[in-house]
């Protein structure tokens, strides 16, 4: 067999699928010997993982499209990425020529993949006994220091990929240590990332990851994933720094979720090409947001001085490989401003309106291709980063937006038997659902109950919890797998527990069940998050920069993990309040009337509205004043 793995926002897939797939001449050679098939990574991600571990031990690295020829059974013997066609065209006579005479070869190869596949994921039982509060950050964290790139932010070396997870991490590690040095690191890549042709510049949201060091010229499909994690980082970020630049970037992001990559279901869309139409109408990379000169000046009649410096259309902002214009910045709003004699409300009217100039003359062009399914973990990132906004930003729309992809959730996706679907699209939903599925829905639906107080959302994560224990829970190993006991194996069975660009569903396992034992007193929940962190500890202390939420787990442990319990009439408003603040070692509880879980037994007077400060369920004096609540609570 042929198996071809990519995904619709994959420029090198479309060029394959263009040279080689469409081609008379290579599909007769892969007609006459092999069963082909296409498989869409974001909805197969066990197909894609089994052939990336795969592909990954036979050529030491791997990526999309990523083309693999198995014996009949489905064991790879063969793979790589991106081939051209005379090289894909004589990969495929080898390898017929190699099955027609040495098969037994063939097979013996096969069978050592298979064995080096079935362990690149196991995970060992810690039995030691762990203090986690006595645990060494420091080796760890200098360790991963060296690998930070303080002059553009994020990592040393190219491509750059924005990795939320580690800088919401850092930035949590930073606060609490008042290590300046790592907070002016955080605030730099936060600052860079906005400020590169990395972000779009007129319409807002993230492409995927830099090609270069200093985020100019991106790989620019756009992918609901990211932009998720970068509104929740980039709001978290607002709640410390107040740099009205995090706040915009969040709310442009948002605008660009809501106007190009939501439907009126309040699903979200997966992602939108790096590829489109240019003028002679042949597909072309970042067609759509790059820009001649001429383009330029014709869309800017007025300020075009102003405007060229505050987006350096400049030998800093030309992209040379293209003879084009990526827009990018360089300094902060306040200094553009101040060296240009304007008011902060002169330029801000000024960005506005070049904005809206530069989208109307986009809007003309051909735009990229739109993939519009739906994939459940994905709209739970997406759900979690609305309501990180409302936390910081208190705007309504943003937490209609996350109630309504609740209801998509638990109306469309939510199974019978109370599992999940994996994809929806078409009106249909389907494809059994994933770890990543119940691990995110679990995370999103936590938080929405943290600034609704509506137990339907936290009773939800409760059941959707059972059911994971069910179906991918290993009781010899504390880990969930990957796969529902439900679905057939592909060769193997296995644990994602590294962390990526999005963190890795057991990570977000641990850290949910870390929460809801607080919320249900539950010790299965307790032991089971403690297990899984002490499993991957050995591990983390050696590769830091793939456990960077795992380390976001550990901190819950290291000190206090405050529960902060509102209870009273004006329990909403009380919360809302406090979830301006960035507070990462808490969690919140609260109602408005007496109830009976284990943090709001008990706790209700009636008129009063009171604030409970308490570590594991041993609760201060309450009070009723914000101030005085916040005192109570060491980060």
Known sequence: MIVSIGYAACHWCHVMEHESFEDSTVAAVMNKHFISIKVDREERPDVDQTYINAVQLMTGNAGWPLNVITLPDGRPIFGGTYFKKDDWIQALHQIQELYETEPQKL??????????????????????????????????????????????????????????????????????????????????TLEQMAFGGLYDQAGGGFARYSTDERWHVPHFEKMLYDNAQLVRLYSQAFRLDKNPLYKSIVVETLDFVERELTNDEGAFFSSLDADSDNEEGKLEEGAFYTYTLEELKNTIANDWNLFSEYYNVNDYGFWKEEQKYILVRSENDLKFAQTHSLTAEELQKKVVQW?????????????????????????????SGYVDAYKTFQTP???????????????????????LFHSYKNGKSGINGYLEDYSTVIDAFIALYEITLDQEYLKAADALTSYAYEHFYDEEKHMFYFTSSEDDEIISRNFEYRDNVIPASNSIMAKNLFRLAHHFDNNRYRDTAEQMLKNVLPEMEQYPTSFSNWFDVLADYRSKYFELVVVGPKAKEVISELNTNYLPNVLIAGSERSENLPLLEGRFTSGRTLIYVCVNNTCKLPVEEIPKALDLIVN
Do not use: C
């Open 397 to 419: 729309s943003y937490l209609e937006t996350a109630k309504k992809n609740a209801r998509f959730i638990l109306t469309k996706q939510l199974k019978q038997d109370g599992g």
């Open 355 to 383: 904005k809206s100039q530069l989208i109307n003359f986009r809007n003309l062009r051909s735009r990229p291709r739109l993939d519009d399914k739906t994939l459940t973990s994905w709209n739970a990132l997406m759900l």
């Open 107 to 188: 097979e013996e190869y096969a069978s050592r993949l298979e064995e080096g596949i079935k362990n690149i994921d196991l995970i060992q039982l810690n039995t030691d006994a762990v203090d986690f509060t006595a645990f060494d950050l420091d080796a760890p964290l200098n360790r991963w220091k060296n690998s930070l790139d303080t002059i553009d932010g994020g990592s040393r070396g190219a491509p750059k990929f924005m990795m939320p997870s580690q800088l919401q991490f850092l930035l949590r590690i930073a606060e609490k240590n008042n290590d300046q040095g790592l907070k002016n690191y955080v605030h730099l």
